[in-house]
């Protein structure tokens, strides 16, 4: 069994035992979270699309704040001085999904 949750504008592919990481999420480690907006639901081969689906999908969050990989900006304009280098790394939450209910 699987289901398509979206989470903070973006989807994911999820099944029970699974850890992933999700964009930023408020909570500490060990606390639980429920996401209602499911897209899809797979049960044994039988698809539940659209406003058909009333599944709920419960997580707990295993880390609260991961960093992900550093990006660089970085521009230039040759032969004229002009160098900007500017850069971020992107803040994720890692969770492990209980049920699909």
């Given amino acids: ?14 099944q029970e035992g699974q850890s992933l990481y999700v964009p930023h999420l408020q909570g500490n480690s060990g606390d ?14 039988k698809l539940t699309v659209g406003a058909d689906v009333k599944a709920v999908v419960n997580a707990e969050i295993v880390s609260d704040l991961v960093k992900g990989d550093k990006v660089i900006a970085f521009k230039m304009k040759r032969r004229k ?12 939450t890692k969770i492990k999904i209980e049920s699909i209910a």
Avoid: C, I, S, Y
Wanted: charged fraction near 25%; proline fraction near 0%.
């Fill in 81 to 92: 001085g002009f160098r900007k280098k500017t850069g971020h790394r992107t803040q994720f």
């Fill in 32 to 45: 639980k979270v429920t996401f209602t907006e499911v897209l899809l639901v797979d049960n044994d081969g």
């Fill in 1 to 14: 069994m699987f289901a398509v949750v979206k989470v903070a504008g973006q989807q994911f592919r999820v």
